[in-house]
């Protein structure tokens, strides 16, 4: 009796091992990355990028499943489910952000960085690195900086001076700033998610928008927009984001090389915008289906003249300090 009894707790002893043992080689931390553009861009091409690495080097302790296309959150919803831990990662474009911080409206001024080498300067300097910290106190931390580009202005009409914007309608990201900017050249922004743009812009609800080369062409809004000019007037750039109490959750080896795996597929994606911009304005050209307007000197200093007085207006939100040390990065 005694031996079968011993016999029995052994047999149930290996059984539990064995269904620990199984249930997490079964259960591997699942990491959702949702985001809102198309997978050929260098946001779906570095989230992809992390998808491959983490299966290459922690396949079984860590699964990331990438939604592109707004197909599981768009932006108005995907910060609100990463704070209820249904989404893992998000990349939004850093003008998506003004409801948890003030800070991150700096990179919507417009003509405020020149180049990405200034945004690179500037992203990397401690005060860059510290506003990725600034929504800490909301449940979600930045991970890292992602570029997309420069933005440019599409139309029905050919923008060459400011005037030739005004009565038009345009769609903007959820961002004051970038209201502003609109307003002061006498057109009328519209706040709407991305994936309703194409829609918007093929059915005339609206006259134009404002977005970078990769994000024109994958989404194809030079096939319902005659003209894009060439303005370089803003800057798109992401934040890689999580909420802290996912990330604060992992055991500390999974963390550190989940972060290791990240800022490569950043880096990735940060050469990849470099290169895009220029081969999706190209493919633009050749479609014949838009036309690319470039600006004089004489032109584009109208742009900045109407547009850069939106600095002022939001100097006591995001911090004189701050706005003048990015400023700052455009000399090397
Ligand atoms: C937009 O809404 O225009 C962009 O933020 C989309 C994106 O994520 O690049």
Do not use: C
């Not at 290459?56 to 919803?77: A, C, H, I, T, W």
């Not at 769609?171 to 709407?192: C, H, N, W, Y």
């Not at 927009?225 to 984001?241: A, K, R």
């Not at 547009?307 to 990015?326: H, N, Q, R, T, Y």
Request: cysteine-free; glycine content about 6%.
């Amino acid at each position: 009796m005694k031996r079968t009894l011993a016999a029995l707790t052994l047999a149930a002893t290996a059984a539990s091992v064995l269904a620990t043992g199984i249930a997490s080689a079964a259960d591997p931390i699942v990491i959702k990355f949702s985001h809102v553009v198309a997978e050929n861009t260098p946001k779906g091409l570095a989230a992809n990028k992390f998808k491959e690495l983490v299966a290459e080097r922690m396949g079984d302790k860590v699964v990331v499943e990438v939604y592109p296309n707004s197909q599981l959150f768009g932006d108005d919803k995907v910060l609100e489910a990463m704070q209820l831990g249904d989404v893992q990662l998000a990349a939004p474009a850093l003008s998506k952000f003004s409801r948890y911080t003030d800070e991150l409206a700096l990179y919507d001024l417009p003509f405020l960085f020149e180049d990405l080498d200034a945004v690179d300067r500037f992203q990397q300097s401690d005060k860059g690195q510290a506003m990725m910290e600034s929504m800490k106190k909301k449940g979600l931390i930045g991970l890292g900086y992602l570029h997309n580009g420069m933005k440019q202005l599409s139309s029905s009409k050919p923008l060459r001076v400011p005037e030739d914007a005004s009565g038009l309608k345009f769609r903007i990201m959820s961002s004051d700033v970038l209201e502003a900017q609109f307003e002061a050249v006498g057109a009328t922004p519209l706040k709407k998610p991305f994936s309703e743009v194409f829609t918007l812009l093929q059915t005339k609800a609206i006259d134009g928008q404002e977005n970078t080369w990769s994000n024109i062409y994958s989404k194809k809004f030079f096939e319902v927009q005659p003209y894009i000019t060439e303005s370089n007037h803003g800057l798109l750039d992401y934040l890689v984001v999580t909420s802290a109490e996912f990330w604060s959750g992992l055991p500390d080896d999974v963390r550190t090389e989940l972060k290791a795996a990240l800022d490569e597929s950043v880096a990735y994606g940060n050469e990849i915008a470099r290169s895009k911009a220029d081969e999706d304005r190209q493919l633009i050209i050749e479609s014949k289906r838009s036309e690319v307007i470039e600006l004089t000197p004489e032109e584009r200093a109208q742009w900045v003249q109407m547009m850069k007085p939106v600095w002022k207006k939001f100097e006591k939100e995001i911090g004189a300090e701050l706005i003048d040390a990015a400023y700052a990065a455009n000399q090397d």
